[in-house]
């Protein structure tokens, strides 16, 4: 097949010059010439089921639509973990990697039905993108058939070369963005006179035969797709032959991927709600974008500092808008800025880690009024003092203990999801009872109750939804030792410290005597003299009493039966009875399960709310005689 190929590619490339010169008035060779090529040509097409996308043998009619229709993913089509350490991909490797260029356009998914294509849709939020198969049909990589009689979903990257951008390079700033805006126009005849080229990375049909990615991109490359430049080994031997390669190809990348070559281990690890655990990113550097200070607010925290944010002329960074970045604290604003700070002045924004936006470059040039912190709490009007912590920060704090911002910012932590986890109580309702002088505590949400009458004829409530609140807030006494040490906010100790303290502590009872006999906790894993610090420091006064109200129960203590011990379940689709994916894993883990990425001959379950859908996995467990249940039948049959 390969040399088939080989062929294919020779003819084509002969046929397509030679056409070029006949159109310019410079024929090199007979009609008869040209068309014993044509019809060689035609001949290893319907005798391989391939058509290649610069095939001459197709006259594809371009298109113009209105606009581009939004569709529904047949997977999910999320990113990767990032990092720019080689060391956590090293870490990461628990079994052999693949590594393979990380393509700088924008990610795109092939869909084929008997051989042909028939959708090429963007990835959007990984959920919903949008049609782009008008203009994927001009693609000349992009084969228009291939020898592959069943449904076959192909996912890749559409980019620009460099070669290919360099007539656009001083009317657009990157490839990157040239390839997205590119693909997306209405008029196929415009897009394709851009030179597109897709690049394709994984195919999440399962092929027969193919248990590894690198067997899946040998298959591609065997049906006409142009594939990613992948190699194995030490990730950083790979960093650098990955390098090479895409500097060959004229390839626009930002990084190297690196996935389980495994296909069965890769979908095994499942994922969250941003990205696949079985690859991470290493990603070479931070691009900075350049942009104007427009002003610095601040931030209010529980505990009455005032954390400075610059606001700035919104750029866009890694697919999302950015307005707004945190500057941490006065010894961080200090050490960006060599001068006094105007308002037009010069930064330059980057997403650390490609998560937090944060500010790299700082130019005192701005002509217009000079921003110098606030002299009063902007919450309270409180005066404020400028101090240096124990470690040597500047920080600019309220003097009043009493600040309306660290009451509700205290109350709204103790309400969240990760703490009490109180529905109903938002910011903008602990406000208006703050307001109402019916909140002074944190201990006052549990006296809400005396309030009930009155709060239900306060405009935008009512009988039901007071009602709701007031059953969660009685809910929460119901709770865990971790939410609970999560919830009176003891500095340093997050939800996750709090599950270890959970697991050496099992009452609060012990974990106040504890403290109160200077245990040393500093000496348990993962903590250190500061945290030991912030916990032996802190008023508990207000917790003890907070105590008294709750009911503890320990999640270790909870005896599930496990009705899906060893069984493997794949679930695809919306969701419905499940807040969300990782709900539903730890649902099912609870139970004994496991939850796979994939329908293959060991998956015992697929989870879809329409049974009747013609996904790929659908399919795969329709084959396999796999039974295909709604979320409700199977909590009715597993989880009850």
Request: aromatic share 8%; glycine share 6%.
């Amino acid at each position: 097949m390969l040399d088939t190929l080989r062929e294919m590619r020779e003819l084509i490339e002969k046929l397509n010059n030679y056409t070029k010169a006949y159109d310019a008035g410079t024929p090199l060779i007979s009609d008869k010439e040209w068309d014993d090529l044509y019809f060689r040509l035609k001949k290893i097409e319907e005798n391989s089921g391939i058509i290649l996308g610069d095939s001459p043998t197709q006259s594809i009619p371009f298109t113009q639509v209105s606009a581009l229709k939004k569709v529904q993913h047949n997977h999910w089509m999320g990113s990767l973990d990032k990092t720019k350490s080689i060391e956590d991909i090293r870490k990461f490797a628990k079994q052999p990697l693949i590594a393979m260029c990380k393509m700088d356009g924008l990610t795109c998914s092939l869909l084929y039905r008997d051989g042909k294509l028939v959708r090429a849709e963007t990835r959007g939020n990984g959920e919903v993108g949008e049609d782009i198969t008008h203009n994927a049909l001009q693609i000349k990589s992009i084969p228009k058939s291939i020898a592959y009689p069943k449904e076959l979903i192909v996912d890749g990257e559409v980019i620009c070369t460099y070669k290919d951008f360099e007539p656009f390079a001083s009317e657009y700033k990157n490839p990157r963005n040239f390839a997205s805006g590119s693909i997306r126009l209405l008029n196929s005849k415009e897009s394709a006179s851009r030179n597109l080229t897709f690049v394709a990375w994984d195919c999440i049909t399962d092929l027969a035969g193919c248990q590894t990615l690198s067997a899946k991109l040998q298959s591609l490359h065997v049906m006409g797709f142009t594939v990613v430049p992948y190699t194995s080994g030490d990730p950083q031997d790979c960093i650098d032959e990955i390098k090479k390669c895409a500097e060959q190809a004229s390839y626009p990348i930002d990084g190297v991927v690196f996935k389980y070559n495994n296909c069965e281990y890769y979908a095994a690890q499942g994922m969250t709600g941003h990205h696949a655990k079985g690859g991470i990113a290493y990603k070479f550097y931070d691009e900075v974008y350049p942009t104007k200070l427009l002003g610095i607010d601040y931030n209010v925290s529980r505990n009455g500092v005032l954390t400075p944010v610059a606001l700035f002329e919104p750029v866009e960074i890694e697919g999302s808008i950015v307005g707004r970045s945190s500057l941490h604290n006065f010894s961080v604003l200090k050490n960006l800025c060599a001068g006094p700070i105007h308002v037009g002045d010069s930064i330059g924004v980057y997403k650390a880690n490609l998560i937090i936006p944060q500010i790299l470059v700082w130019e005192n040039n701005g002509t217009g009024s000079e921003i110098t912190p606030p002299k009063i709490c902007p919450a309270c009007g409180a005066a404020t003092e400028m101090i240096e912590s124990d470690t040597g920060v500047l920080e600019l704090n309220c003097t009043n203990p009493d600040c309306s911002c660290r009451l509700i910012n205290k109350l709204d932590h103790f309400a969240s999801r990760k703490a009490m986890d109180i529905k109903g109580l938002s910011k903008a309702t602990l406000e208006k009872l703050i307001n109402w002088g019916w909140i002074d505590s944190i201990y006052d949400i549990y006296r809400l109750s005396e309030h009930s009458s009155e709060w239900k004829r306060k405009p935008g409530f009512g009988v039901a939804s007071v009602n709701k609140i007031l059953e969660a807030i009685e809910n929460s006494k119901e709770c865990t030792l971790d939410r609970f040490i999560t919830a009176i906010d003891i500095p340093l100790i997050g939800s996750t410290i709090a599950k270890d303290l959970m697991k050496h502590f099992h009452t609060w009872q012990e974990f106040r005597n504890a403290v109160k006999e200077d245990y040393s906790f500093w000496k348990l894993p993962g903590f250190g003299v500061e945290m030991d610090a912030a916990i032996t420091s802190f008023d508990f006064t207000e917790a003890d009493r907070l105590a008294e109200l709750m009911n503890f129960n320990s999640e270790e203590t909870v005896k599930v039966e496990s009705t899906l011990a060893g069984i493997n379940i794949c679930i695809t689709g919306k969701l419905k009875e499940f807040k969300n994916r990782d709900s539903f894993i730890a649902a099912v883990e609870a139970h004994g399960g496991k939850v796979t990425g994939s329908v293959s001959r060991k998956t015992a379950i697929l989870v879809n709310n329409d049974s009747e859908s013609e996904s790929s996995k659908n399919k795969t467990a329709k084959s396999y005689n796999i039974p295909i249940l709604t979320e409700q039948e199977f909590i009715e049959k597993y989880l009850k």
